[in-house]
């Protein structure tokens, strides 16, 4: 089973920055897609931004220009740097690995952002 953590979540005021970060283990040596989603109270979980093995990025139209998705392969590591957040961007975050073994997500890490 492949068992990714993410971390970095916490609090932080309206304009800051937060760096979030998913480390992938088990018996994976590679990822085909990586990708962050979040997901508020009384709403589906929805996309942010993705990363492909290639290098292909797609972002949510919510977050172009303030964040961006990046990958180490060599640590198993997913990130998601988020700048001028807003408070709309409180949320769940949850990392997302598409690999050989399957789909896997991480357990979510709460993105507060005060006005």
């Known amino acids: 089973q492949v068992h990714l953590v993410e971390s970095g979540g916490g609090s932080v005021q309206a304009g800051g920055s937060l760096s979030l970060s998913c480390t992938a283990s088990?018996?994976?040596?590679?990822?085909?897609?990586m990708g962050w989603y979040r997901q508020t109270p009384g709403k589906q979980r929805e996309l942010v931004a993705t990363?492909?093995?290639?290098?292909?990025?797609n972002y949510a139209d919510s977050v172009k220009g303030r964040v961006t998705i990046s990958a180490d392969d060599a640590r198993l590591t997913g990130y998601l740097q988020m700048n001028s957040l807003k408070p709309e961007d409180t949320a769940v975050y949850y990392c997302?690995?598409?690999?050989?073994?399957?789909?896997?997500w991480g357990q979510g890490t709460q993105v507060t952002v005060s006005s």
């Open positions: 088990g018996s994976i040596f590679n990822f085909n897609l």
């Open positions: 990363v492909t093995s290639g290098g292909d990025t």
């Open positions: 997302k690995a598409e690999t050989r073994l399957g789909d896997f």
